[in-house]
């Protein structure tokens, strides 16, 4: 299926949840991508359905499916709207553009699998494994004032590891949130401080953190609809979500494993390393959340060879899901160990 989604966060949760049950998943990350993907490549396309967010930029999700429904091939192409906004209006909007369905967000996997199954043969089922897909790896998530953690792992299938990494994402890269919405606002850029909103609202959603969710939500409609109450609601915002943040940061840091040294002192051993690189290089090629576990593989199979700053700042691309920088420091960890990826395990 090809999921059209510009959040990066919003991507792996919704990949992994698809992954889960056995789904094959390309995305794109604006209706654009989308577009092109689609009508450029072979036809028909090998898509057997396309899971559609609607507010993105360049080109949202309605115009796409208006210019993909006006190329002859695609008509009959099963296209499933996802958006924050659960309206009689907004469903319309949805049908008149020439989608089949719809799914609210933050995605309730149950209502998507459901979904799905009106649209697809053999469609998802919750629970469902791919074929070689190994179980998500195991990692603490402590309880979290503020943060239902039963909701926000429903949505990433019971993948700990990254569940926990996305928390400390948020945490990094959304604590400045409001400073940028009023900074938009000053610029008279009222579109960027809607956007960004619209952002914080829904990565909260999917993870769980519902007063953000729901705080973010009526400063996104405030500025809508011209509250003259911004000023007051923007400042609320930013007040809860700073302490927000430092709760998430907090609960994250005391529960921290002690891995960044593992293997430091190891044995360095050459097969494991070979197999745990090749996996690691897959896994970041296809943008997959598993790759902080295959990393973790590959320091202990590196050992005393592995340099600390070198693999130090592999994981801190993985953390960031910066996958391009990612492989290219794989690449010169490959070249400083002297790994012959061929090699494998008896």
Same mark, same amino acid.
Request: charged share 25%; no cysteine; aromatic share 4%.
């Given at each position: 299926?090809?999921l059209v989604e510009d959040n990066e966060m919003n991507r792996l949760v919704a990949t992994e949840l698809l992954q889960s049950a056995g789904a094959t998943v390309t995305s794109a990350v604006h209706g654009g991508e989308a577009v092109r993907m689609l009508t450029e ?17 360049e080109m949202d999700g309605i115009t796409a499916t208006k210019l993909l429904r006006a190329n002859p091939h695609l008509q009959n192409l099963p296209i499933i709207a996802m958006t924050a906004h659960a309206l009689v209006e907004e469903r319309q909007r949805c049908i ?5 369905? $719809?799914?609210?967000?933050? *995605? ?12 697809? $043969? ?9 074929? %070689? $897909?190994?179980?998500?790896?195991? !990692?603490? @998530?402590?309880? @979290? ?9 429903? /949505?990433? &299938? ?5 569940? /926990? ?24 850029? *009222? ?5 960004? =909103? ?10 769980? *953190? ?6 973010? +939500? /009526?400063?996104? /409609? ?55 690189? !090749? ?16 990393? =973790? ?15 130090? =700042?592999?994981? +801190?691309? *993985? ?6 920088? &990612?492989? &290219? ?9 002297? @790994?012959?990826? %061929?090699?494998?395990?008896?």
């Open positions: 299926m090809l490549g072979p036809q028909p396309p090998p898509y057997d359905v396309v899971l559609m967010d609607l507010q993105m930029p008149e553009a020439g989608m089949n369905d $719809h799914v609210s967000k933050p *995605i309730d996997p149950d209502a998507l699998f459901v979904t799905l199954a009106r649209w697809t $043969h053999p469609a998802p089922s919750n629970g469902a494994k791919a074929a %070689g $897909h190994a179980p998500p790896p195991s !990692a603490e @998530i402590p309880e @979290i004032d503020g943060v239902d953690t039963a909701s926000g792992l429903k /949505r990433v &299938a019971d993948n700990r590891q990254l569940y /926990r990494s996305l928390l400390g994402q948020f945490a990094e890269k959304q604590a400045d949130a409001g400073d940028r919405m009023l900074n938009a606002l000053q610029k008279g850029d *009222i579109k960027l401080a809607e956007q960004i =909103a619209h952002t914080v609202k829904g990565v909260s959603g999917n993870l769980g *953190i519902t007063k953000v969710q729901f705080s973010a +939500a /009526r400063v996104e /409609r405030a500025f809508r609809e011209k509250d003259t109450a911004v000023p007051t609601i923007l400042s609320d915002f930013d007040t809860l979500l700073r302490q927000q943040v430092h709760t998430i940061a907090d609960a994250l840091h005391q529960t921290e494993p002690v891995s960044d040294g593992a293997g430091a002192a190891g044995t360095f051993n050459p097969e494991a390393a070979a197999a745990a690189t !090749a996996r690691l290089r897959n896994l970041l090629k296809e943008s997959d959340a598993e790759a902080e576990d295959a990393f =973790a593989e590959l320091r202990t199979a590196l050992g005393s060879e592995g340099k600390p700053e070198s693999l130090n =700042a592999l994981a +801190a691309s *993985i953390r960031d899901f910066d996958f391009d920088g &990612a492989l &290219a420091k794989l690449d010169q960890i490959t070249a400083e160990t002297h @790994i012959t990826e %061929g090699q494998t395990t008896a």
